[in-house]
């Protein structure tokens, strides 16, 4: 990929995309709804976010972007943008505060209103059944940590397949299974905040049981748009010392193969057995096959480039991030639109091959500010432009790319970055939750319109 000005780029269009890709853009429920809202029961976001140290300036998502009532004016924007497709998430706490046993009719409501919101305006919703915020009942018992909760999920996906389920585009089961488990397990960063290493080797297995679950049980009320969203990074090694090509291995293991193998192939990857098979499940071989039934489609969630060195002072992965010479984000990662070319490439070539794939993030977070009404962004147009070239280069190259959605269609609650992170193609105001379109929101609907 090139990185001229983003004037200089003569950006792709619609036009060179195949009949049908599909152009939207995603949030998630704890992110934009404003959960104090219509009889929610807490999350482990809540406790992760109320417990100092976790969350800059401890922000929660209380009131986030206040979707809950002001998602008419959202659905709004993608349409007026000339978007075709929303993908969003459901929240299990709002629908069952206590995560198992009585619904919260006011809670499934919102998402039967959603949907009809989504679909009064032409747009196609997308939905992702778990996008993080666990119902803190269940964080109780263990959360992703406990055996039983695969069928906790699959009772709840049942619950939401019943009022919304007909009338969805595509379902994806659960979003970012690596930031599920072992982000959130092991490395401790977001809720519920562990960091052990059989909490993490259970949830990561107890995740990918859990898809499986739920996959199985829409299978059999006859549903065939099924998926799940992986998030991938680039993973290269910081030098050709063959200690540092080894924690890069190791690290592509954990990061980026465990789910994708264990779902296209129904195996888990050696690197990765190394550290975390003492502290699997006892019996987990016999779940592989319950986790590695079809999917109709995959999600894609690609952000940056991440170097990886050797660390001999620490116990396995033995692994430590580094820095490399690209550009970065407001996040500190790396840009690295090709990450997202070869991804596709590799994903097509090694596990799914023709399966319909979308991407079903990528974007960026910048210190964005309104000026004189407006939002100039053209760090953001770059990014968007030079991944639409990687995106239309996969396709070329024979992936089976069906969509793309930015991420995200508003600045919303950046888990433990609270509202300091704008990812928004529009930019949202949180004192008075006023919404701004961005330069990149206009630049997407100049390039995706139809002539
Ligand atoms: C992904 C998450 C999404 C958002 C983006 C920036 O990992 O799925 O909720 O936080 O990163």
Not at 188 to 196: C, E, F, I, L, S
Not at 287 to 300: E, K, N, R, T
Not at 340 to 347: G, H, I, K, Q
């Amino acid at each position: 990929m090139t990185s001229s000005s983003p004037l200089a780029r003569s950006a792709l269009t619609r036009k060179d995309f195949p009949n049908g890709f599909l152009f939207g853009a995603a949030t998630a429920a704890y992110q934009v709804e404003g959960h104090k809202f219509g009889g929610a029961g807490p999350t482990h976001w809540d406790t992760f976010a109320a417990t100092p140290g976790n969350v800059l300036r401890a922000e929660d998502g209380a009131l986030a972007c206040d979707q809950y009532h002001r998602y008419g004016a959202d659905m709004d924007l993608l349409k007026d943008g000339g978007f075709d497709a929303y993908r969003f998430s459901t929240s299990w706490a709002r629908v069952i505060p206590e995560g198992r046993g009585a619904v919260n009719r006011e809670g499934l409501d919102y998402y039967d209103r959603l949907t009809d919101a989504i679909l009064e305006r032409g747009l196609e919703p997308h939905l992702t059944l778990y996008h993080w915020e666990m119902p803190a009942a269940l964080t109780d018992l263990g959360g992703w940590t406990n055996p039983d909760v695969h069928l906790w999920f699959g009772d709840f996906v049942e619950v939401i397949d019943d009022k919304i389920g007909d009338r969805m585009a595509s379902v994806a089961t659960i979003n970012e299974p690596w930031c599920v488990s072992y982000l959130s397990h092991f490395l401790g960063h977001h809720a519920p905040g562990r960091r052990d290493i059989r909490a993490a080797a259970r949830s990561m297995h107890h995740v990918l049981k859990a898809h499986g679950e739920a996959i199985a049980r829409l299978r059999d009320r006859g549903r065939k748009n099924l998926g799940i969203v992986i998030n991938f990074e680039h993973t290269q090694p910081a030098s050709d010392d063959p200690n540092d090509i080894q924690a890069a291995a190791t690290q592509d293991a954990t990061n980026n193969r465990w789910f994708i193998e264990a779902i296209a192939k129904g195996h888990y990857p050696q690197e990765a057995l190394a550290g975390l098979e003492p502290h699997l499940p006892k019996g987990w071989q016999d779940d592989m096959a319950a986790i590695s039934q079809p999917i109709d489609w995959l999600g894609v969630n690609y952000y940056f480039r991440q170097l990886v060195a050797h660390d001999g002072s620490s116990p396995w992965p033995h692994t430590k991030p580094a820095q490399g010479h690209l550009a970065t984000t407001q996040m500190g990662w790396e840009i690295c639109p090709e990450g997202l070319r070869a991804l596709l490439v590799n994903l097509k070539d090694r596990y799914v091959g023709d399966l319909p794939i979308m991407v079903t993030e990528n974007g960026m977070a910048w210190d964005d500010h309104v000026k004189n009404g407006v939002v100039h962004d053209p760090e953001r147009c770059a990014y968007i432009t030079d991944h639409m070239g990687a995106m239309h280069q996969a396709i070329a190259e024979g992936v089976n790319l069906k969509g793309f959605f930015y991420w995200s269609l508003l600045d919303n609650y950046e888990w433990a970055f609270g509202y300091e992170r704008r990812f928004g193609m529009v930019h949202v105001d949180f004192e008075t939750l006023q919404r701004t379109p961005k330069a990149s929101y206009h630049m997407l609907k100049d390039l995706i319109k139809r002539s």
